[in-house]
C-alpha cells in the first residue's frame, strides 16, 4: 500500500512524466525528446520543421474507427493526421477528445481524391460526404515512432 501511494506522489509531482513513465499510457517506442510544440507552431514553422524529428502536442479531434490506425490532432485552424512508423502500433480508440504528445517527422503532403475518400470512411463518414469529395487536397501529415497520452 505505502509503495502505491509513494507512486502516486510521484506522478502527481512529476506532471506530464507520468504519462512518458506509464506503460498503459504509451504506444510505440520511447519519447526521447522534451519541449514539445503545437500543431499551429508545428504548421506555422513548416519550412524549418519538415522532414526533422519533434514532438507535437495537441488534442486528438478524429481518429480511424475502425481499427485506430491513425488520428488527427486539432489546433487552432488545422489539423495534422498522425500515422505510425511501419504501421507497427496503432493508438486505442479512447484516446479520442484527449490531449497527446507524439515523437516523429513531420510533412505536407497532396491527398488523392482515393486515399481522402478512404480517409473519410475510416472516419465514419457518410456515403454521402464521402462522395462530396471531389479534388485533392494538401494535408499535413506526422508519422509517430511514439505517442504519450496526457494525464
Not at 524549418?48 to 490506425?69: A, D, F, N, P, Q
Not at 456515403?127 to 504519450?148: D, H, M, S
Request: glycine share 6%.
Amino acid at each position: 500500500m505505502r509503495a502505491i501511494l509513494t507512486l502516486i506522489v510521484i506522478g502527481l509531482c512529476a506532471g506530464h512524466a507520468l504519462a512518458s513513465d506509464a506503460k498503459l499510457e504509451t504506444f510505440g517506442g520511447e519519447i526521447t525528446l522534451s519541449n514539445a510544440i503545437s500543431v499551429e507552431q508545428a504548421i506555422n514553422e513548416i519550412d524549418t520543421l519538415k522532414r526533422k524529428e519533434i514532438l507535437l502536442e495537441g488534442k486528438v479531434s478524429k481518429m480511424c474507427k475502425k481499427k485506430g490506425c491513425w488520428m488527427a490532432l486539432e489546433g487552432e485552424n488545422n489539423s495534422i493526421r498522425v500515422t505510425f512508423k511501419s504501421y507497427s502500433f496503432f493508438a486505442p480508440k479512447e484516446v479520442l477528445e484527449k490531449r497527446v504528445q507524439a515523437q516523429g517527422v513531420l510533412s505536407e503532403e497532396v491527398m488523392e481524391i482515393s486515399e481522402a475518400r478512404h480517409y473519410a470512411e475510416d472516419a465514419g463518414k457518410s456515403e454521402a460526404e464521402i462522395q462530396q469529395i471531389r479534388q485533392p487536397t494538401k494535408e499535413y501529415r506526422f508519422v509517430a515512432t511514439a505517442v504519450n497520452i496526457l494525464p
